[in-house]
């Protein structure tokens, strides 16, 4: 049972290039989220999806986009990266009002 | 929006000393969790409080959620080195979400 997996874990950008993160829970929970942490700040949520096919913008969502055509996995799109978008990037998924499960986290850094 | 906020930012002790970190919330809750980030890791769920003045303990640790269900707190008893990380307290917004704080960070020295 591996939880919620991400990948890549590592990654190094030059500005504008795109780039997807990949999200895969195998808990068949129905909600997933996309956070990012940087320091000081917390985890600021860019996007989430409550099922299969929906998806909605969170705090942080101007740059990025988000697909959830399969319910185990929650895909995170850079279209056109900016160095502003460095970050450790963390999914999440929950079933009903429980605890959140993190993947590892995969850290972004954008030149 | 609901703001939820956490104090200290930043506390160092020496191990065997007791820690507390509070966390307040602009809005009532109808729950609140916590959680724990290691360095370099992910966060990793510790407890969820449900009820208003709600106490729960797990080993050292002990959870307090107001009366008012707007604030809640974790005291470490005897900190440790394996205490040492970030401590997330978040409550649901009005959608399927979680607000987190900002965290507070503890470090120790043995």
């Known amino acids: 049972n591996a939880g919620v997996t991400q990948t890549p874990k590592f990654r190094v950008l030059k500005t504008g290039q795109s780039m997807t993160l990949l999200c895969a829970q195998d808990?068949?929970?129905?909600?997933m989220y996309w956070y990012r942490q940087d320091p000081g700040m917390g985890l600021r949520l860019i996007h989430y999806?409550?099922?299969?096919?929906?998806?909605a913008k969170g705090e942080v969502p101007d740059g990025y986009n988000v697909s959830r055509l399969k319910k185990q996995n929650f895909l995170l799109g850079l279209e056109s990266a900016a160095p502003s978008q460095t970050s450790v990037y963390f999914c999440a998924s929950r079933v009903g009002s429980g605890e959140l499960f993190f993947g590892e986290g995969s850290r972004l850094t954008v030149l | 929006g609901q703001q939820v906020m956490q104090i200290p930012q930043y506390q160092h002790v020496q191990e065997g000393e007791d820690f507390t970190t509070y966390c307040n919330s602009s809005t009532t809750l109808s729950n609140i969790q916590w959680y724990k980030q290691r360095p370099g890791g992910h966060p990793v769920f510790l407890i969820q409080?449900?009820?208003?003045?709600e106490v729960k303990k797990q080993k050292r640790l002990t959870f307090q959620f107001g009366e008012a269900k707007k604030n809640s707190s974790l005291h470490i008893t005897a900190t440790q080195t394996t205490d040492v990380g970030t401590y997330f307290c978040a409550g649901p917004d009005y959608g399927q979400n979680f607000v987190f704080g900002p965290g507070t960070r503890l470090s120790a020295l043995p």
């Open positions: 808990m068949n929970h129905e909600y």
């Open positions: 409080l449900v009820k208003s003045g």
């Open positions: 999806s409550v099922g299969e096919g929906t998806t």
